[in-house]
């Protein structure tokens, strides 16, 4: 069983839409949730961090933890064509000395 | 702001070379990743490490070393560069917080 796994994508929505891009993770004891944003041919770039149950919102994003569940999201409001990336989902494992756990990524069309 | 850099943005070598890719943080970081990346298997974590002098091996680190004789430095070798290896490469850091901040990349092509 994969550490991390996300939605296999594409995903593909219309401008003004709310995107929703899910993940699971098999470690339970895992405490830190991040989910970043890749744009085609650079870096990724982290857009929300979480690590309590619950909702924590930030512009037009909203991350969702429920660790019952071993499930995070995020909701993008609003969406737009810049929104159009590569969302990863990462992860922490107990004490693994500062290491992340990626997703292999949701690619987010979001078409005017 | 967090800055990471990496040495090259494109780097074209020839198969059974030594290649050095090198990674600078300025943010006082503790840890610090090599991972690659290849279209449809994700990130892959190469190596990382949390101090200076000290290195973890991560999921694919055959082929690969590292060193890191400063805080702020990590440098990945390629040995032998073989084909196989062409590939994006990017570094990160973190802090205690766990958020990594990521380089722009290094595009290697092996030829």
């Known amino acids: 069983q994969k550490e991390v796994e996300q939605n296999s994508g594409p995903l593909s929505v219309p401008e003004g839409a709310i995107a929703s891009l899910n993940c699971t993770y098999s470690d339970r004891v895992s405490q830190s949730f991040f989910w970043y944003r890749q744009y085609s041919g650079k870096s990724p770039e982290l857009i929300m961090s979480i690590y309590s149950n619950g909702d924590k919102e930030d512009g037009r994003f909203t991350a969702q933890l429920n660790k019952a569940s071993q499930y995070v999201s995020l909701l993008i409001r609003d969406s737009q064509p810049s929104d159009s990336a590569t969302y990863l989902c990462?992860?922490?494992?107990?004490?693994?000395?500062?290491?992340?756990?990626f997703g292999r990524g949701t690619q987010l069309t979001v078409w005017p | 702001d967090v800055k990471v850099t990496q040495s090259s943005r494109y780097l074209v070598k020839r198969t059974g070379e030594k290649v050095f890719l090198e990674c600078v943080q300025d943010m006082d970081h503790e840890n610090m990743f090599w991972y690659r990346q290849d279209p449809g298997l994700g990130l892959r974590l190469i190596y990382f490490?949390?101090?200076?002098?000290?290195?973890e091996k991560g999921d694919i680190p055959e082929g690969y070393s590292v060193s890191r004789e400063k805080k702020e430095r990590f440098s990945l070798i390629l040995e032998s560069a073989s084909t196989n290896q062409t590939s994006m490469y990017l570094c990160?850091?973190?802090?205690?917080?766990?958020?990594?901040?990521f380089g722009p990349g290094t595009r290697l092509t092996v030829l």
């Open positions: 990160a850091s973190s802090s205690s917080s766990g958020t990594q901040y």
């Open positions: 990462a992860v922490t494992r107990g004490s693994t000395l500062g290491r992340l756990y």
């Open positions: 490490s949390y101090d200076v002098k000290m290195k």
